[in-house]
């Protein structure tokens, strides 16, 4: 009996709890889901309803991103992906923050603009680009996030920002965020990143 991971493939928050669980090397089911038809076995594990969530074998239920990503480096982190021992550092937390809280709430919206007509496209979108700006800054002098080597926090933001360059790939490719595009296509052409994409049979 192995741990089971509720997931769909192009969710970030999915994509990164995915990565890290690759990373740990820790071998688990995923059972890809149809979010339009969510199966009873994942409401019955997480009445919420949304992915990722893993159900480990004594039965325990992880069924945020970030917790999942923990554990699965907790158990074994080859690479040093979370920056200090234990856990992410305050720093990492506090990007993976402005990921999860204004810079989401910014991209759904221009994302799905369609649905929030008080506004056009473009002004969702110079809201997201608070957030490009202030990575692309960290990023003009360091490799990564956190400075000369990858960790969770970057592992944790880039599906994110892939969602965001997925809206309107022509505009996020012109743009000034050169050093986001760099960081971002480095991810995007990774064996892990590549691993974790492939498609998997939808689960009922």
Known sequence: MKPLLFTFRRCPYAIRARMAIKKSGIDVDMHEVD???????LLACSPKGTV???RLTDGHVIDESLDIMQWALSNNDPDQWLDQAGGLSEKAHAWIAQN??????????????VRYPEHPEHYYREQACFFLATLDEQL???AYLMG?????????IFPFIRQFAHVDKSWFYASQYTHVIRWLDAQLSSEIFIAVMQKQTIAH
């Open 52 to 54: 990722p969530v893993l």
């Open 35 to 41: 979010l339009r038809h969510k199966p009873d076995a």
């Open 148 to 156: 000369d080597r990858l960790t969770a926090a970057d592992i944790a």
């Open 140 to 142: 003009e002098n360091n």
């Open 100 to 113: 999860d809280e204004p810079f989401k709430k910014a991209l759904d919206r221009y994302k799905y603009a």
